[in-house]
């Protein structure tokens, strides 16, 4: 019988499944399909597609679903291939990786800069 009390968390970032499902795509290796899947996963595969939108002059990545289409099997195959990767992972040395402590300069988000003759949207009255 398994030991129930020994559970190791282990958190999957959906967006770097999918760039690494696509990528994987892209390159046509490292990835095989079974002959017996119906032509609809290959459209559910295809669901997403990544786009670059700016937020104050910050370019963010985001997966946006493609109209008219699901998109449960790029979830499924990142997510797989997520699992896939733990089987043959130390969960140990993840664990003492997820428990250590970040340095102050790792945890200090970048100070935007903000240039002259620009005006913030907070800013307030009449600019002379």
């Not at 290796?29 to 104050?56: K, N, Q």
Request: glycine share 8%.
């Amino acid at each position: 019988m398994p030991d129930l009390t020994c559970q190791h968390l282990i958190i999957v970032a959906a967006d770097v499944g999918k760039a690494q499902v696509m990528n994987r795509l892209e390159h046509g290796t490292s990835i095989r399909f079974s002959a017996d899947l119906p032509l609809h996963f290959y459209e559910m595969l295809m669901g997403e597609r990544l786009t670059v939108t700016y937020s104050r002059g910050v370019p963010m990545k985001r997966w946006v679903p493609v109209p008219g289409r699901r998109n449960e099997g790029l979830d499924c195959v990142s997510y797989g291939l997520a699992a896939r990767a733990m089987v043959n992972g130390n969960a140990d040395r993840r664990a003492a990786e997820l428990s250590s402590p970040v340095t102050q300069a790792e945890r200090k988000p970048a100070t935007p800069v903000r240039r002259e003759g620009r005006r913030s949207l907070l800013d307030k009255g009449p600019r002379y």
